[in-house]
């Protein structure tokens, strides 16, 4: 038995393939605004509101009726259902709680739907009836539910509906016999200890519409937003790679205007520098090139002066930052193409590409070449975007070491498929060795790369990860000499057993603890704190400078702590973690490009 304090801080999380999820600790109690056992995208995959916040059940026996369930209140723990759990299973589309109530056994199973708003709860006792009472809200999951909020519940044999302003919007049903009680209560003040320590919104009131109980030993109910089917139990696979893959998919959704992939669980959306990043973990390892290149034409079809969104509201507006997208984006479709040798695909993108790098080269208003490198005006336009109130944490404006590695690879890419599609001009190819050079003159420090050099050619001496692109790439701008060099820096100031630091202890603005209110965390969130996703361009930079086999199939070793990350959180990886033991994790509990990228290192070490 676990004490309720350590216990709502292990959380699970099951995705509905849709944008929605089913997420709570293994416990039971809700500790974040996100938390719920059906959250729904009302805009699917976007709009993500909670409409099943958890269920209050009890076991009646002879003896009495025994809650099962635990909520956190602010000062105290109530019910005590926290005591009778025996046993916690998380796998691959379920989980499973197990309670022994005075020598009664009771399993609880919450089934998570592939591809529906759905989920399937059943229970089984030894002996006695099940009752639940479900609490249930309608809300963003950013937020908590308004004190205004009204719902009513219309019950006709085993289903239940539930309407809010005339609309129904949660539907029950149930499969065997029951006895259902109108109850209408509101249970006030629910406390969320991780949202309260992030500083954000952490205080709520639920709905009891009303309560069930069975007339024997089952209940097995059905609830859904709009449609279900069955659902069958699927396992997890037991080899980490193949669990990676696994997990690597419940990031891919179904979207109304088709496949996007959700940057991260539970807050993020879809994010265009995190798709393309993570596009070959997430599809082209698991062979799902058609939905590579229909999400690649979507993001081309938002083309804005050579730029691609960083992100598509739910209205369908794209949003215009990062510098890199069009980049990543260049240096995945080389990706699919040595994946699906699909030339057909290459020759009807070509054009887009080629107006990417026409902006890029003449300038955009945002980007400018200078000196034959590639500047960027304003900030935060690198993925290093922490901000708050107005303030850039890492403004990085100027050439940047890793925009700059990216842009001679898309130039080296766009003479690959140049000449692929029977173009002898040497355009490109003389546009990238002038990159080069310059990149090699300006860059180069006898220890590694500058981060980046801003308007005035003044090199920033920062000792951050970013400077892995320029050999990690598939065309890198850095001889493998020099890359040794960068590579003894970053093994000696960043590399960790979860990932790579952000900044180097010795740097002054240096924070490894990523905690508290908006500000503190963002302060810190580039500059310390330890990025998983990062291992896969460790692994591909290490790999072109290691000549030794066994030291090479050796790399994974590095990572063992990770591992166990792994194994114990279904497949899933945060966000970061913490550059200080014991390593806590921070941000979103699964990261999709951190399951991608560290998918696709460990994939490429174990198959050398």
Known sequence: MLPPEECERREWLLSLRTGGYSSSSICGINSRTYHGYLVVPLNQPHKRYVMLSKFEDFLITDEGEFPISTNHYEGTYYPDGYRYL?????????????????????????????????????????????????????????????????????????????????????????????????????????????????????????????????????????????????????????????????????????????????????????????????????????????????????????????????????????????????????????????????????????????????????????????????????????????????????????????????????????????????????YYVEMAEKVRNAFNEKFVASWGLYDYIDQYMIPDKSIRPNQLFALSLPFNVLPPEMGKVMLATIENELLRPYGLSTLSMRDPRYKPIYRGDRASRDEAYHNGPIWPWLIGAYIDAKLKVESDLIKAKMLIDIFRPLLDVIKENNGYIPELFEDIPPYLAGGCIAQAWSVAEVYRGFNKVIGI
């Open 86 to 426: 025996k046993e916690f299973k998380w796998s691959r589309n379920y989980v499973r709680w197990v309670y022994e109530v005075n020598n009664v056994r009771l399993e609880k199973t919450l089934i998570a739907h592939g591809f529906e708003n759905a989920i399937t709860i059943e229970y089984k006792a030894t002996d006695g009836r099940i009752k639940i009472c479900p609490l249930i809200t309608y809300r963003s999951h950013h937020l908590v539910t308004p004190k205004s909020t009204f719902f009513d519940v219309h019950f006709q044999g085993q289903k239940a509906r539930v309407v809010k302003d005339g609309i129904p919007f949660l539907n029950f049903l149930f499969e065997s016999g029951i006895n259902a009680e109108m109850t209408g209560y509101w249970y006030y003040n629910f406390f969320y200890v991780l949202d309260y320590e992030r500083g954000s919104n952490h205080k709520e009131d639920l709905f009891n519409p009303f309560c069930v109980t069975s007339k024997d030993n089952t209940l097995i109910v059905h609830v859904y937003y709009d449609k279900y089917g069955y659902e069958k139990l699927k396992e997890n696979p037991y080899d980490v790679l193949k669990l990676l893959a696994s997990a690597s998919t419940d990031f891919l959704v179904k979207g109304k205007e088709g496949w996007a992939i959700i940057a991260g669980y539970h807050w993020f959306d879809e994010w265009g520098r995190d798709t393309f990043i993570s596009m070959e973990g997430i599809l082209l390892l698991n062979g799902l090139y058609k939905l590579a290149e229909d999400i690649t034409t979507r993001y081309l079809s938002h083309s804005e002066r050579g730029m691609l969104p960083n992100h598509i509201t739910p209205e369908g507006e794209p949003i215009y930052v990062g510098v890199d997208i069009s980049l990543w984006a260049i240096n995945t479709v080389y990706k699919i193409y040595t994946y699906s040798g699909d030339k057909e695909f290459i020759r009807r993108i070509y054009p887009k590409f080629q107006e990417i790098v026409e902006w890029y080269s003449k300038g955009n208003g945002i980007v400018y070449v200078k000196d034959n490198l590639l500047f960027h005006k304003g900030a935060p336009r690198t993925w290093m975007d922490a901000s708050y109130n107005g303030r850039i944490v890492t403004p990085r404006e100027g050439a940047a070491v890793e925009i700059n590695a990216l842009w001679y690879n898309a130039l080296m890419v766009m003479n690959f498929f140049s000449k692929l599609l029977g173009d002898k001009q040497d």
